[in-house]
């Protein structure tokens, strides 16, 4: 008889022939992840715009944040709620915002360029 080891198993010294393969689980085909989509504002506020992206950076749902020209370009995960977020945040840290501008995309800014924003 096959030596038996720790809960039933065959001993480490026991012939291969006495040791079971195991076989792997068969995956579902699940679909590779994707990333969630990343959105970006603009954000202009009173005093150093290097202070705004420092509060800024690291903070849930924030990839990343830039000054340009002034202004602090926000790069996140999430919606409208995230916008007010980060506004909220940077009032209780004394930072007075003057302006919030979410980046459109590329035909939405194109469209508004060419109808001067009008609606009919």
Request: proline content about 12%.
């Amino acid at each position: 008889p096959p030596a038996i080891g720790f809960a039933g198993a065959p001993a480490a010294d026991a012939p291969a022939s006495a040791i079971a393969p195991v076989e792997a689980a068969p995956q579902p085909p699940y679909p590779a992840a994707s990333p969630p989509p990343t959105r970006k504002v603009k954000l202009r506020a009173l005093g150093n715009p290097e202070v705004v992206a420092y509060l800024l950076r690291g903070g849930p749902g924030i990839v990343g944040a830039t000054v340009v020209g002034g202004a602090v370009h926000v790069t996140y995960v999430g919606n409208d709620t995230k916008i007010a977020e980060m506004v909220v945040h940077l009032v209780k840290n004394g930072i007075g915002v003057t302006g919030v501008e979410p980046e459109r995309n590329e035909l939405e800014r194109i469209f508004l360029e060419v109808t001067k924003g009008e609606m009919q």
